[in-house]
């Protein structure tokens, strides 16, 4: 045997010995794998042998070669590739996939002992397995990854990869990729990457997530290399699970105070007037609450509603509702899901201090024409996806609208009885694949409101919004994001009368974004995210103009601010072990408020008024007038304790250069915004948090507990009687002073089986402190007093039991505690003019909130054959008609003054709509 052995090796001396030694040049500019080795063939006396599907039709060559030898030609060509060479005597060329043909012997073969070790050293070679994958109850396939490269043979090699949506493309985030057998595991990031470390040889995977297929995959690990894997969501699960989300996402991601919800399973909870409401049901998890019945705008962990970035395919939503907050602004059918950050902030946001939230649309079908539709008491919601290019591109055109008068007319408000509204929204979407590489993608919006709640006075205001973005894959490590986005928000009040004095008043804020961002995986336990931001805002503060020629209103515009708002940040998510998770990185924000612009000085030994000026500055256009901006942290850690217990621990500081300048209680259409300026400071916030997360009996059920604390500064508020629109001194009606809130939120949520739905309960606490060494810019003496959303207690019930795959029970349980309103405790004279005396601000509250509703919901047949797919859902809003007051105001009658509370909806609201899906 071993004299044959020999011959052998002899006769391959020959044959490589032997080998042509000339020199070849070459030119190949852009041409694929295929061609430039057919090039190869056609200029020289060279053949090759290789499998067809062995090419990758993706590479593509573009290099040159002057007086080379073959081999190095080859392998300059090869090195991107899993293809192996093999010179021949005869001029004839071998390929091979991932393995070498080995021409000689190691040194030592005919030692018994060395070969002994070899062989134990090779029995994990992963050329030397024959064994075939097991078909099971999931089905394995088997993948060779990398090529054998000799001389650089390991124990372990790098896998790394992209999990995308087969259907959208869309990466998917916390998809687990478990090794069977190995206690190895990673877990993908928000751009859908992982990374893995695994032996030499063969290696058994299996992704898992809950609404996403599960699928195994039988790994020959040659080298380090790259697995992509495309995944089906499982759409007969998605009913069961109201959050969607990975089993073990909340134990083992680093973030503290972050929620995930997906659009299409928020279809089951009962909404007043049977709207589908992502935002809405935002408001039922522990830390997030609304103001009251009807409000828009969110407060989150004790912040105002004006500190939370809302975004719309990472482009800001002024104002994310219809008619006063009662419907969303956006079409339930063309939004993908949302993510929830009121914890430890990502590095990648900026410009506001309490919470992040992150909406995505639908990326578009690219196979076949897709749409759903719905109808209902108020609005009508339609939603179309066509391919343009079969699996490389499609368009989302959605359009919405409403025929609401009827449903003012029943309102428990008497203004409310005589009033008209009518809205409109409208979305579309372009998502095109260039190449696996390169993808592009632009989506549109725009929605409107008009509404009257006078019969002499016509309010109208519009979200406007575009963005583009250009994402390219370097390689599997390496990526970039560049977005260009415009968003643009203004309203407008026409008021017309029986008098000459009748008037347009108008507002507008614009802002024009350019991001760029990166992120590099740099081994199994460490990626990198960095990039720079800048936005350049527009306001134009207001302006009034005669509504008619023939008014006498005196026109009057208050100059434009400009400012520019740019960020660089850095993040890193480092993975220690395998209980210890750091996501750590630093943001610097930088702020120029810009000219032309004129601003004032005052007396620092005078309190801010028209009296109290001193001095004015004047600004040439673009001009820097003030600069803020400093370095914000953002850390989160995780330290497993089980598999299905950790612990985390949150910090984050944040700018927020902007500001709302308003007098009531919720968030209105027609609040305005104001930039930071050389007399209006910046806000700012630091939070930390810890919380622990358990999963019990097989991720069934899951327990979190988190506690948090906030301080604040230089928050915004109004001084008693103030006037706030078209004010060119706006900073002298205002004070500006410091914030703090705490709390612990609990939340136990139910994933499987036939009840599924979650509790959430806050216990929170926010208080506002404004003093000063004038007392006419003190609150409450200067001490801390109760914001206006302090609300200590709030519970929030959502349940669904389904009956069968069809039919199914829902409900929403709401109690939260009565906020802090500001009441008349007595009254005075004064000038022979009687007067009211009012208590502290805040230092009262109105009656604690509590509701009920109930839906029943009926789904079509599951049949996956079926034409369309149809879903009845029938609900009763506030089923117990329970008066839970919005405001509560007081009048004078016969010299006494009475105060009366307003409800939006006072009595049960039944609604009955329809949904198709194609």
Known sequence: MKKVILLILVFSSYIILGQEKENYSFIFSNIYLKDAILKIEEETNFKFYFANQWVNDEIKISQSFENKPINLILDSILKETDLNYFLKKDNQIILTENTVIYNELSSGFFNENEKKNRSKKQNSAPFLSIRKAQQKEIEIVRVTIGKTIIGEEKDSYILKGIIRNSRTGAPLENINILVKNKNLGAVTNQEGFYTLELPAGINLIETQALGIESIKRELVLYNNGILNLNLEEVTEDLDEVILSVSALKNVQNASTGTNFL??????????????????????????????????????????????????????????????????????????????????????????????????????????????????????????????????????????????????????????????????????????????????????????????????????????????????????????????????????????????????????????????????????????????????????????????????????????????????????????????????????????????????????????????????????????????????????????????????????????????????????????????????????????????????????????????????????????????????????TEVLQGKGMSYGAELLIRKNKGKLSGWLGYTYSRSFQKFESQFREEQINGGEFFPSNFDKPHDFSLVMNYKFTQRLSLSSNVIYQTGRPVTFPVGNYSFNQSEFVLYSDRNQFRIPDYFRIDLGFNIEGSHKLKKLAHSFWSISVYNILGRNNPYSVFFVSQNGEVKGLQSTIFGVAVPSISYNLKF
């Open 262 to 731: 997906e659009s299409e399973n928020t279809k089951n909870i009962p909404l007043v007037m049977g709207e589908r409401d992502i935002l809405k049901v935002a408001t039922t998890l522990p830390g997030i609450s609304s103001a009251g019945e009807g409000a828009s705008g969110f407060n989150v962990r004790g912040g105002k509603s004006d500190q939370n970035l809302i975004l719309l395919d990472n482009t800001v939503l002024y104002n994310p509702a219809h008619f006063f907050g009662i419907f969303p602004a956006l079409n339930p059918f063309a939004i993908e899901d949302i993510s929830i950050y009121k914890g430890a902030i990502p590095a990648r946001y900026g410009g506001r201090l309490s919470a992040v939230f992150d909406i995505k649309s639908k990326i578009p079908s690219k196979d076949k024409i897709k749409g759903e539709a719905s109808l209902g008491p108020v609005t009508a919601n339609a939603v179309l996806e066509i391919p343009i290019k079969k699996n490389k591109s499609g368009v989302l055109i959605g359009g919405r609208g409403a025929y609401s008068d009827w449903v003012l007319k029943s309102l428990n408000d008497e203004k409310l009885n005589s009033s008209t509204a009518n809205f409109y929204d409208l979305i579309v979407g372009y998502h095109h694949d260039i190449s696996k590489k390169n993808k592009l993608s632009a989506v549109a919006y725009l929605s409107k409101d008009e509404f009257s709640i006078t019969s002499d006075s016509l309010y109208g205001y519009n979200n406007r919004l575009i963005n583009l973005k250009w994402e390219h894959q370097f390689n599997n490590e390496n990526s970039v994001r560049l977005k260009l986005s415009n968003s643009n928000y203004k309203f407008g009040i026409d008021y017309d009368g029986s008098t000459t004095s009748n008037f347009r008043q108008q507002y507008k804020i614009d802002e024009k974004h350019l991001k760029l961002a990166f992120t590099s995986v740099i081994n199994s336990k460490n990626t990198f995210n960095y990039g720079i931001s800048s936005k350049y805002y527009t306001v134009a503060p207001g302006e009034k103009k005669p509504l008619k020629s023939s008014d006498l209103t005196l026109p009057f515009k208050l100059n434009n601010e400009y400012a520019l708002e740019s960020g660089v940040f850095f993040s890193d998510s480092y993975k220690f072990n395998e209980k210890l998770l750091i996501d750590a990185g630093i943001r610097f924000s930088f702020f120029n408020s810009l000219g032309p612009k004129t601003e004032f000085d005052y007396a620092e030994d005078q309190p801010k008024s028209v009296y109290s000026v001193v001095g004015t500055n004047d600004f040439g256009r673009n001009e820097v007038t003030q600069t803020y901006g400093g370095p914000e942290f953002r850390f989160s850690g995780r330290y497993l304790i089980t598999d299905t217990f950790s612990v985390k621990l949150g910090y984050h500081s944040l700018y927020q250069y902007l500001h709302t300048l308003t007098n009531v209680t919720t968030a209105s259409p027609i609040d305005t915004w104001k930039l930071s300026d050389r007399n209006i400071k910046p806000q700012q916030s630091s939070q930390f948090s810890l919380g622990v997360y358990k999963n019990f009996n097989d991720n069934m059920y899951e327990l979190s507990i988190e506690g948090f604390h906030k301080n604040q500064e230089n928050l915004l508020d109004f001084k008693t009687g103030a006037s706030l629109l078209l004010n060119e001194q706006i900073e």
